[in-house]
């Protein structure tokens, strides 16, 4: 029987991380989850999102068969994961954890910095999880990205910019802090489409961490009980992927793509209740 891996997102940004999964277990069965409905997760409190969020991972663990959970959304990582890896009988990974460990292999000075949305900086999780391998983290709130990204303005000179500004700002405010960083953490999962355009702008020698990828080798190392590097740099198209959206379904459908690096196919319209 083939195993299946549930994946969930409040969204659909999310897809980088399944994207990331195909390329190193393109064998297993995908079942992918978009609480597109209830978005954004960030303008909640930690109690409806840690409801909205156990009751995404029951549908992928009850309904789906599901035996391992990825937690492709940071805010639901940084404020749900216990209340998701109470309510469920299977392993469950968030993209934080993962996303700290790697920048502490990347990491000479120990110094980090961090770019995510302004629900998942105001958690503190990245700089907890930093603090927990030994690093010191700087976060900051880079709003205008998600937006960027979704029209698909990955490379386009305004959001160039934008970035630009952003890490002007980063690299000022570790230079007041007497900092050194040497390693850049993308703590969105919008931001995996705009890594070729940040490796261009960020400092000679600055390593940008995937948290994408981080959460996939770190999965597959838990589902594998191995490290296992990407088959192919394309996505298989043959893989099995089933994707459930609670809203918002043709939106999915046609921004999905960008995100997962082939066709999504059909997105099923789920209700998950109030």
């Not at 994207?19 to 992918?32: D, G, V």
């Not at 999102?49 to 995404?56: D, F, G, K």
């Not at 469920?88 to 934080?96: F, T």
């Not at 999962?189 to 390593?207: D, Q």
């Amino acid at each position: 029987m083939t195993p299946t891996i549930g994946v969930f997102d409040s969204g659909f940004g999310g897809l980088t991380v399944l994207r990331a999964l195909l390329c190193r277990l393109p064998h297993t069965r995908f079942a992918f989850l978009g609480d597109t409905a209830r978005l954004p997760y960030g303008s909640k409190s930690r109690r409806t999102i840690a409801r909205y969020a156990v009751q995404s991972a029951q549908f992928l663990v009850r309904e789906q068969g599901a035996q391992f959970l990825v937690i492709a959304c940071n805010t639901a990582s940084a404020l749900a994961l216990d209340a998701i890896q109470q309510a469920v009988p299977v392993p469950v990974l968030g993209v934080i954890e993962p996303g700290a460990q790697a920048a502490r292999a990347a990491s000479a000075t120990g110094d980090v910095l961090v770019i995510a949305t302004d629900a998942t900086v105001q958690s503190g999780a990245y700089s907890a999880a930093c603090h927990s391998q030994g690093l010191r983290a700087l976060e900051k709130a880079c709003p205008l990205l998600v937006p960027l990204v979704e029209e698909g303005w990955t490379a386009h000179p305004i959001t160039e910019q934008v970035v630009r500004v952003y890490l002007d700002e980063l690299a000022a405010e570790a230079d007041a802090r007497s900092l050194h960083p040497d390693t850049l953490v993308l703590g969105c999962t919008h931001y995996p489409l705009l890594r070729p355009l940040i490796e261009r702008i960020a400092p000679a020698g600055m390593a940008v961490i995937d948290s994408a990828e981080s959460t996939a080798e770190a999965a597959a190392r838990l589902f594998n009980g191995r490290a296992a590097q990407p088959d192919a740099k394309d996505v298989p198209e043959d893989a099995e992927v089933r994707c459930f959206a609670t809203d918002s379904v043709e939106k999915f459908e046609r921004l999905g793509s960008r995100f997962l690096g082939r066709a999504v196919g059909r997105v099923e319209l789920i209700d998950l209740g109030g």
